[in-house]
């Protein structure tokens, strides 16, 4: 039995796209960068920390396997979460504005005595963004729960100029990675 430790309503629909049955847990988990950590390391930790409280919370059901994910937005090594607010989200995307960064998505499986992952790391190159057109984006409210305050599948398509990796990955939930992952784990059979 797979369960998924998420809430976000993204990766529920990037898993049934796939083709998998799956029961959604809710975990609370705090997303907290260490000193000294590297965005890659607090994405996963995050991931295998969802992943973990999963697992507490169903215990050795039937082979229970547990699948956790992060993602987050990586400008030169500073980590885009989601925005507290209007003013949050705009400060963000002028960051991002004509600029290339790094979406960071981290898969982790758990059951009882087994633990795996994958990583998906893609580049989003963002065109130059102007003051009224970041003020109308904010203004739609797209950008709020949403790391570095955009969503890819959303109006925020308009602003990308190249994408180098995983649509999915940058959604929240890479698909490839994912599938690969709850193969080893036999949750998923491919042929």
Request: aromatic share 6%; net charge negative; proline share 4%.
């Amino acid at each position: 039995m797979l369960y998924l430790a998420s809430q976000s309503p993204r990766r529920r629909q990037l898993l049934e796209q796939i083709g998998v049955a799956f029961t959604v847990l809710d975990v609370d988990v705090p997303e907290r960068r260490g000193a000294g950590e590297s965005p890659e390391h607090y994405v996963s930790r995050v991931a295998r920390d969802k992943a973990r409280a999963g697992l507490a919370l169903v215990g050795d059901r039937a082979g229970a396997v547990v699948l956790g994910a992060d993602t987050e937005v990586v400008l030169d090594d500073r980590v885009f979460g989601k925005p507290a607010d209007a003013d949050d989200a705009r400060a963000m995307l002028a960051a991002l504005s004509g600029r290339t960064h790094r979406v960071v998505s981290v898969v982790w499986c758990v059951r009882e005595g087994a633990e795996a992952s994958e990583v998906s790391i893609s580049e989003v190159r963002f065109a130059a963004l102007d003051e009224p057109t970041l003020a109308a984006y904010v203004a739609t409210g797209e950008p709020f729960g949403r790391a570095g305050a955009y969503a890819i599948q959303g109006r925020a398509a308009a602003f990308i100029e190249h994408l180098s990796g995983s649509y999915s990955g940058v959604m929240g939930l890479p698909l490839y990675e994912t599938a690969r992952l709850l193969g080893r784990f036999r949750v998923l059979h491919h042929g």
